[in-house]
């Protein structure tokens, strides 16, 4: 099952809440398993990376090898998830390595997330649609309560409120980042900053933040899969 859709609508956290509520059921599902891939940049690195999250030690230039391993230990623990976060920039690898785990590992199942879809033969495909009205509100004002505790959406901000969402899409990281100057702008002054130039700064974040940290650079993650007649 592919989980798709643009930058910022929400993929990992629906994935993640997916295999949580698999996890604490675990019937029928015995193992869950979860693999991050946004840092990882090439065929090689996936299959070092499944290794990791299944327990493997992977064995330098024995990739090919080191799928098989991993398919013994999903086969080993029969019906079982593992979940493979941001797969877009890995697609012509992830369809070969995800064939091969499939006639391994028959009662294994793989939900993935990516901005594209793998074009796999078995592929499911789940499209994320953005928020409606009243969800992207909810979420905006939530959002801003947890910047500050005081802030509160009086009947006058609500058309305001729904040229914020509006002018993001209904993107659920853009509202979170917008909802973030809540702390010192007011929904007034979000919507008209908004409407001249679409350009809130994201939050101040660490330096080992994500792409997820600005609107910018959830964009610019999905630029660079581009060819060059594509960004044309």
Known sequence: MTLTGTGGIGKTVVGRLVTEAIAESLDPVQAVWSCDLQAIRDGAGLVRALAKTVGVAARPGRASDDIERVAKVLAGAGPSLLFLDNLEHLLEPAADVL??????????????????????????????????????????????????????????????????????????????????????????????????????????????????????????????????????
């Open 99 to 232: 064939s091969r785990l499939m006639v391994g590992a028959p009662e294994a199942r793989f939900l993935v997330t990516s901005r594209r879809v793998l074009g796999h033969p078995r592929e499911h495909i789940y499209p994320l649609e953005p928020l409606d009205k009243e969800a992207a509100r909810e979420l905006f004002i939530a959002a801003a309560r947890r910047k500050n505790f005081h802030f509160e959406v009086h009947p006058s901000d609500l058309n305001d409120l729904d040229a914020i969402v509006s002018a993001l899409d209904a993107i659920p990281l853009a509202i979170e980042l917008a909802a973030a100057q809540s702390r010192t702008l007011s929904c007034r002054e979000l919507s008209e900053r908004l409407s001249r130039d679409a350009a809130l700064p994201g939050v101040p974040q660490p330096r080992e933040a994500t792409r997820s940290a600005t609107l910018r650079g959830a964009i610019e993650s999905s630029w660079q899969l581009l060819s060059y007649e594509e960004r044309l």
